[in-house]
């Protein structure tokens, strides 16, 4: 019976710590996202429209570079598709990939 009851007492005490370790990792995610949705729409649209980080490997945690189009009018006020954005930054971190910058 004792040693019934203590398993049991065990179970729910891990269980209880893994809800709490859940809610917390969820609580991250949701804290991360919330800046990250706050910094997007604190830009401006000209930052948006011609801004990427470019990666040195398909790894977020490998070395990596903002790049901006030289070319690019930052105070447009107008968004660009973001078909036109994903393949304006997938020429922008291209041409940094040729010139070596990784």
């Known amino acids: ?3 019934l ?3 049991a007492s065990d179970d729910r ?3 209880r710590r893994h809800r709490l370790i859940a809610v917390g990792v969820a609580g991250a995610i949701v804290a991360g996202t919330t800046a990250g949705a706050i910094a997007i729409a604190r830009a401006a649209q000209g930052q948006i429209n011609y801004t990427a980080d470019c990666y040195a490997a398909a790894d977020l945690g ?3 570079g903002t790049s901006v189009l030289g070319t690019a009018d930052l105070g447009e006020k107008t968004p660009t598709p973001l078909s036109e954005r994903v393949a304006l930054a997938e020429e922008m971190c291209a041409a940094t990939w ?4 990784f």
């Open 62 to 64: 490998s070395r990596h």
């Open 5 to 7: 009851d203590a398993i």
């Open 98 to 101: 040729r010139i070596g910058t």
């Open 13 to 15: 005490r891990r269980t």
């Open 1 to 3: 019976g004792q040693l």
